[in-house]
T-cell receptor
Framework: DAGITQSPRHKVTETGTPVTLRCHQT?????MYWYRQDPGHGLRLIHY???????DKGEVSDGYSVSRSKTEDFLLTLESATSSQTSVYFC????????????FGPGTRLTVT | DAKTTQPPSMDCAEGRAANLPCNHS???????VYWYRQIHSQGPQYIIH???NNETNEMASLIITEDRKSSTLILPHATLRDTAVYYC??????????????FGKGTHLIIQP
């Protein structure tokens, strides 16, 4: 399972509240990614990281920020959650030597009411 | 990235070979074909990738046509655990962090007992 955990696994929050999702890996991979999955849209890239403190935006980054202060942790923050951010969020890692393969965590189901 | 077209759903009998097609008629010379699958409520799982030669691993075989405009993923002896959504993705392998994946709607493969 590539040693990826996500927390929390489920969360319900109210509109306007801040939310932070955590992705933790145990194998010191350099590349980490956050995706969201919505019905009818497949998975879409939110942000990615290519090292400690090195991050960049993906396809749907508006309303999200990320931080990576340690190799093993990649945090996704919704500064002020909106109902449109209700989704399943997946974290992924990519081993440096495997350009083609990403390994995904179990996902976090977030509901914004 | 080149656009891909997959049938929305397919059935296959348990124990038989499952052949999942993907059309990518606008693929360019440096784009690879990747296959992932997503079992219900889990994160996507890498299956196989290829550029122009046919590829085989412990999970599946990938057959790419000579003109590279289409490909077929073959699960040689499908089991009930192979029931999942299968995604065909075409993109350049950059080798850097900016290689997030874009998943379309995929093919929902249902293995029948």
């Amino acid at each position: 399972d590539a040693g990826i955990t996500q927390s929390p696994r489920h969360k319900v929050t109210e509109t306007g509240t801040p939310v932070t999702l955590r992705c933790h890996q145990t194998e010191n991979h350099r590349y980490m990614y956050w995706y969201r999955q919505d019905p009818g849209h497949g998975l879409r890239l939110i942000h990615y990281s290519y090292g400690v403190k090195d991050t960049d935006k993906g396809e749907v980054s508006d309303g999200y920020s990320v931080s990576r202060s340690k190799t093993e942790d990649f945090l996704l923050t919704l500064e002020s959650a909106t109902s449109s951010q209700t989704s399943v969020y997946f974290c992924a890692i990519r081993p440096t030597e495997k350009v083609y393969e990403q390994y995904f965590g179990p996902g976090t189901r977030l509901t914004v009411t | 990235d080149a656009k891909t077209t997959q049938p929305p759903s397919m059935d296959c009998a348990e124990g038989r070979a499952a052949n999942l097609p993907c059309n990518h008629s606008t693929i360019s010379g440096n784009e690879y074909v990747y296959w992932y699958r997503q079992i219900h409520s889990q994160g996507p799982q890498y299956i196989i990738h290829g550029l122009k030669n046919n590829e085989t691993n412990e999970m599946a075989s990938l057959i790419i046509t000579e003109d590279r405009k289409s490909s077929t993923l073959i699960l040689p002896h499908a089991t009930l655990r192979d029931t999942a959504v299968y995604y065909c993705i075409v993109r350049v392998a950059s080798g850097g962090g900016a290689d997030g994946l874009t998943f379309g709607k995929g093919t929902h493969l249902i293995i029948q007992p």
